[in-house]
């Protein structure tokens, strides 16, 4: 087994191993290959950590790094850094091996002068290479109330006392998000490599609808494209055979969920009155990919 950096040339194997390592794991299918496609020419990348792991002249595993930020509570930015995607191929995980490329990395980056990781992870696993909630260290995720203990939200100081004591709010780069800003180009990306099913399972990150926010559970809630494959994007009572059933504005697809509080209701240990469902679709709506301007 030998970890070295990644070398010119080897660009689209590591792309692949990235994508078989996440295809179908917290959605259906993946997009953290076009993540780190983007990335190498990012500013935030950190070639010094881009790293790959072979095993019998085979490459089974590959991380990367960013440089990131932490936010003051007077909105002063001081230097983070975060790492990820890290890949395993299907074939060699639950073997030790990610523990072992993580580890490696992590002190090639504390010889680099790296202090602080923030990530989002399962602390079941990065647990063992010393992360722990970053909610015990006063670093507070952007996304959740800033007195939560935010249970995938992990830290770790590489360098003891590098905090100082800082209390601050960590937002992930924007690289991280580029499927999402970019969709055509990933898509025209993604039709580069090998066809593969995509599917909804559990254990996945929760899927909404991007058209009325209905949770989506299993490929059969799902709607259908063009050519009757499944769209797992929007659900089968917003979206048949490659088209919207309804045509709508926003604020109408909220008229039309609210009068469904009642079944709603039946899933909430608080209820909610019509118009405070109205309220929180106004503010979730405009997220969604439909809606997004």
């Known amino acids: 087994m030998n970890i070295r950096l990644e070398q010119p040339g080897e660009e689209r194997v590591v792309e692949n191993l990235t994508r078989e390592a996440f295809w179908n794991v917290y959605r259906p299918g993946c997009t953290e290959h076009f993540v780190l496609n983007q990335y190498?020419?990012?500013?935030?990348?950190?070639?010094?950590?881009?790293?790959?792991?072979?095993?019998?002249?085979?490459l089974i595993g590959h991380v990367m790094f960013s440089r990131a930020e932490l936010i003051l509570d007077d909105g002063t930015r001081c230097p983070s850094w975060t790492f990820g995607p890290i890949s395993i191929h299907p074939d060699y995980?639950?073997?030790?091996?990610?523990?072992?490329?993580?580890?490696?990395a992590l002190e090639k980056a504390r010889q680099l002068g790296i202090g602080f990781l923030c990530m989002e992870g399962n602390i079941n696993f990065y647990r063992h290479a010393g992360f722990d909630l970053a909610s015990k260290l006063g670093i507070h995720y952007h996304a959740e109330p800033r007195d939560a203990e935010v249970?995938?939200?992990?830290?770790?100081?590489?360098?003891?006392?590098?905090?100082?004591?800082?209390?601050?709010?960590?937002?992930?780069?924007?690289?991280?998000?580029?499927?999402?800003?970019?969709?055509e180009a990933f898509a025209a990306y993604e039709a580069t490599f090998s066809p593969k099913e995509k599917h909804l399972l559990p254990g996945q990150l929760p899927q909404f609808c991007q058209s009325c926010g209905m949770p989506l559970t299993s490929d059969s809630d799902c709607g259908t494209n063009a050519d009757g494959s499944i769209n797992h994007d929007y659900c089968r009572y917003c979206y048949q055979e490659g088209k919207f059933l309804q045509d709508c504005t926003m604020d109408e697809m909220i008229e039309h969920c609210a009068q469904f509080i009642d079944e709603v209701n039946k899933q909430k240990p608080q209820?909610?009155?019509?118009?405070?469902?109205?309220?929180m679709?106004?503010?979730f709506f405009p997220?969604?990919?439909?809606?997004?301007k």
């Open 151 to 183: 249970p995938y939200f992990l830290a770790q100081e590489l360098i003891p006392g590098w905090l100082n004591g800082i209390e601050a709010t960590y937002c992930p780069p924007k690289g991280y998000f580029v499927a999402d800003e970019r969709p």
């Open 281 to 283: 679709m106004r503010g």
């Open 271 to 279: 209820p909610m009155t019509k118009e405070e469902y109205k309220q």
């Open 93 to 104: 995980q639950r073997k030790g091996y990610g523990l072992k490329l993580l580890q490696h």
């Open 40 to 58: 190498r020419t990012n500013p935030d990348f950190i070639p010094e950590l881009n790293l790959v792991m072979e095993e019998d002249g085979r």
């Open 287 to 292: 997220m969604l990919k439909r809606w997004r």
